[in-house]
């Protein structure tokens, strides 16, 4: 197999320097220890996205017949972001069309996502990430529950931040004040 830049023989990929030097720029990639140009790829890598195709029957035995296999494939329901519908989920039909000779679910539900308070998306890297176990133990499961829920109309991402977390548990708290004081009139 032979590219523009790239020659590949016995699995070594090597630059075409003929080709290069017509060429004003281009990358020269090269081993960081030793700076040689003859590079190999790693082999023994699994690509996210390609594992991830696998997941709708990967989880359960395969490529061996299970019985989890023959009991939880295909699946009727997966439940998403829309971020991620060709990267993942598209994959995961494709795999599961090749390998299982049919589809991994039937229905697909793509929900919202959870944002932080300015409308970027969570990330370890950014550090605006928002532990939901923090916040269960500082304001309770149910004032998270009933945020998320309040804030999950559909066709619209979720800003979450830990003030709106505070603000319904407080709202709640009302709700179940009002509560006993009604049921102690009647």
């Known amino acids: 197999m032979e590219g523009f830049f790239f020659t590949e023989m016995q699995d070594r990929f090597s630059i075409i320097e003929d080709h290069v030097i017509e060429i004003k720029y281009f990358i020269e990639l090269r081993c960081e ?3 040689s140009v ?5 082999e023994d890598v699994l690509d996210t996205w390609f594992s991830s195709a696998l997941w709708p029957f990967g989880t ?6 299970t019985p989890e296999l023959q009991k939880f494939y295909p699946t009727s329901l997966l439940v ?3 971020d991620i519908i060709f990267f993942w989920v598209a994959r995961m039909i ?3 069309m090749h ?3 049919e589809k991994p679910f039937g229905d697909v539900y793509i929900h919202a996502l959870v944002r932080d308070e300015k409308g970027e998306k969570m990330s370890k890297t950014k550090g605006n990430v928002i532990d939901p176990l923090d916040m269960v133990e500082k304001y309770g499961a ?3 529950r009933f945020t998320l829920a309040a804030l999950a109309a559909q066709g619209r991402d979720i800003r979450l931040s830990e003030k709106r977390i505070e603000g319904y548990k407080h709202f709640a708290n009302k709700i179940w004040e009002c509560i006993k004081v009604c049921s102690d009139k009647f």
């Open 33 to 35: 220890n030793c700076g």
């Open 38 to 42: 003859d590079l190999k790829q790693e």
């Open 60 to 65: 359960l035995g395969w490529p061996e017949d």
């Open 80 to 82: 998403t972001g829309f």
């Open 94 to 96: 494709m795999m599961g």
């Open 99 to 101: 390998f299982m000779k």
């Open 142 to 144: 149910d004032s998270l």
